[in-house]
């Protein structure tokens, strides 16, 4: 049964304190941000000029910035793990109100500095290595700055653009109530977070199916509010694309990933043509394993061998996680015990806790996971997709100042998809065992993969449709958006799984769509992941080395360029290919080793 927040085990629950130990702390920091910005904007409006006062500015912004990062985490942390608490959704909304102000009052700095020649930005970039990379974004975003004015009303509005992501949250973790399902008079609770978690991973074709039902139904009835809310979000991003000249809403969205168009429909239309053959294969397999009359899109997550999946304690998970990311060295040791004992990880279920799993890795203070432990070995995959998050940002933080911590959002999921390919590593190699060989890749194909290539892959080319539309200028209603939705489905899936009602509906599940073309880039993360582990795994311990390095570059380079520094081109298919490939071989060892088993 799904508690309250007040009736978890505290123990397994992260410790925001360490941002902040007080109400008090949290409100002088805010305080501080307010009144750092009000003193900027005082010494520096209107005199950005030459380039000394240019770097004197940002080095002023990039302290403030220090602080929004630790206040702004705080707000959204604790929120996430309630959405029923009205108090932290009212410190939330008084946040956002106070920084879209701040960001308000700060945005001369970037407009007047794009309007500053070039040779004045490129003095500036040349004499100060800590602004260099804020400097050289800013002059990439030359062509598409609007005037100061203009530039100014959009920060103010910044909280009020946000609202369709508010509305989609509340909507889903607060309002819907899933109450319970029933199966032969027994009754089974019901919310987002067990049947994401549980109920459509149920060996029991008849739990699954129903859960499905019950909570697609339940779906079903918010359809309208949802896609009223996402058509404000897409409306809104096709504005700020022709507001600023860009070609398409797509091109717009890729911008700031500093990717084209190029490797953006690479990645989803090789994935749709050349993947989905494999996993139709493996669709196939499950059938015949679980004995199904139909494959069923409410049948797609089940295991290959549900009664072998063991179960783990949080306490027991620490062994596995540091057998398998100990590789990294005693540096990233120092963040998996450190994780585990200063509690940087919230494990419990409760209600109003936010759905699947985070890392959230603040500037200034260390990462925070979220995660919904349910004691199978599964959430070890999990938990160490998040420690390579955090792994990431610990490191980069170590090496960068805030304005070159970030990545490029086309390689922030390489990091975290390279420590699954680890750890499936490390349980393959401690095992003779047939059905545990099979478990794990299986897993490696039913969580990582899937979960990668097959998810979030087919929420992009989704994605893709519905800004195509938008673009010819066209609005979205739910029945336009389920259609879209179950064309998507039957391009990548056939005939192979039968698509029952509720399957058009998954494009209200994933809060990916309200934070621009993030979808595709876990398949890219991914694709980038399985080359360098190939490697790491065959015992190359230069690409080991290399793979560090890149973590602690943070984002001080390109996507193309991070990538090359380990060993990998993402400028043609190969790489991509060669990742299909490999998942093609995965899958035929399973049906192998399937075979093997049955016939013993």
């Known amino acids: 049964m799904i508690v309250d927040r007040k009736d978890v085990d505290k123990s397994l629950t992260w410790d925001l304190s360490a941002i902040f130990k007080t109400e008090k702390e949290y409100e002088e920091s805010l305080d501080k941000m307010i009144n750092s910005s009000k003193e ?105 700055a609007l005037s100061a004015d203009v530039e100014e009303t959009l920060s103010s509005l910044s909280n009020i653009l946000d609202t369709p992501y508010e509305i989609y949250n509340n909507t889903k973790l607060a309002d819907m109530d899933f109450h319970f399902f029933e199966i032969n008079s027994k009754k089974y609770p019901l919310s987002f977070i067990n049947f994401e978690g549980e109920w459509e991973y149920s060996d029991n074709t008849d739990i699954r199916r129903e859960a499905f039902r019950v909570f697609s139904k339940k779906l079903k009835e918010y359809k309208h509010t949802i896609a009223t809310a996402y058509n404000a979000q897409v409306q809104k991003e096709k504005t700020i694309s022709d507001l600023r000249g860009f070609n398409s809403v797509i091109d717009s969205l890729l911008f700031p990933q500093e990717v084209d168009r190029e490797l953006y429909n690479r990645q989803i239309d090789l994935i749709m043509e050349h993947l989905a053959p494999h996993m139709r294969k493996y669709a196939k397999l499950l059938q015949r394993i679980h004995g199904l009359d139909k494959m069923t899109f409410a049948d797609l997550k089940i295991d290959v061998d549900p009664d072998f999946e063991p179960d783990i304690s949080v306490e027991d998970s620490k062994e596995y996680i540091k057998g398998a990311l100990g590789v990294f060295g005693d540096e990233y040791m120092e963040v998996l015990n450190r994780a585990y004992d200063e509690r940087w990880i919230d494990f419990v279920q409760n209600k109003g806790k936010s759905t699947g799993a985070f890392c959230s890795s603040p500037y200034g203070s260390h990462p925070f996971i979220l995660i919904s432990w349910t004691q199978k070995m599964r959430e070890v995959f999990v938990l160490a997709h998040e420690l390579g998050h955090a792994g990431h940002f610990y490191l980069a933080q170590k090496e960068q100042n805030i304005f070159d911590t970030d990545p490029s959002m086309y390689f922030v999921e390489a990091p975290s998809t390279m420590n699954e390919m680890l750890m499936a590593n490390y349980l393959l190699k401690n095992t003779d065992d047939k059905r545990m060989r099979r478990w794990v890749l299986s897993s490696m194909i039913s969580r990582t993969y899937y979960h990668n290539f097959v998810t979030h892959l087919l929420e992009a080319h989704f994605q893709r449709e519905v800004y195509r539309l938008v673009d010819k200028g066209e609005g979205l209603h739910s029945d336009k958006l389920n259609n879209l939705k179950r064309k998507t489905l039957e391009k990548f899936w056939g005939d192979t799984v039968d698509l029952n009602e509720g399957a058009e509906l998954t494009w209200m599940r994933q809060p990916h769509y309200y934070m621009g073309l993030y979808s595709y880039t876990y398949s890219a993360g991914l694709t980038i992941a399985t080359e360098v582990s190939k490697r790491v795994i065959g015992g190359d311990k230069e690409a080991l080395e290399d793979w560090k390095d890149v973590l602690k570059t943070g984002g001080s380079k390109t996507p193309l360029e991070l990538a090359q520094m380990a060993g990998v081109d993402i400028g043609t298919d190969k790489a991509l290919l060669d990742t299909i490939e490999h998942i093609g071989n995965i899958i035929d060892e399973i049906i192998k080793l399937t075979d093997e088993i049955e016939r013993e």
């Open 40 to 144: 900027i904007k005082e010494e520096f409006k209107g005199k950005l000029k030459d380039a000394a006062d240019i770097n004197n500015c940002l080095d002023k912004l990039r302290d403030l910035e220090e602080i929004a990062v630790l206040v702004y985490t705080f707000v959204s942390l604790n929120v996430s793990v309630d959405q029923t608490d009205t108090k932290n959704q009212e410190r939330q909304m008084k946040f956002m109100s106070k920084y879209s102000n701040i960001l308000s009052r700060l945005s001369f700095i970037e407009s007047e500095i794009i309007k500053s020649s070039e040779d004045v930005i490129k003095d500036a970039i040349d004499t100060s290595s800590e602004n260099k990379g804020h400097l050289e974004e800013i002059l990439r975003k030359k062509e598409y």
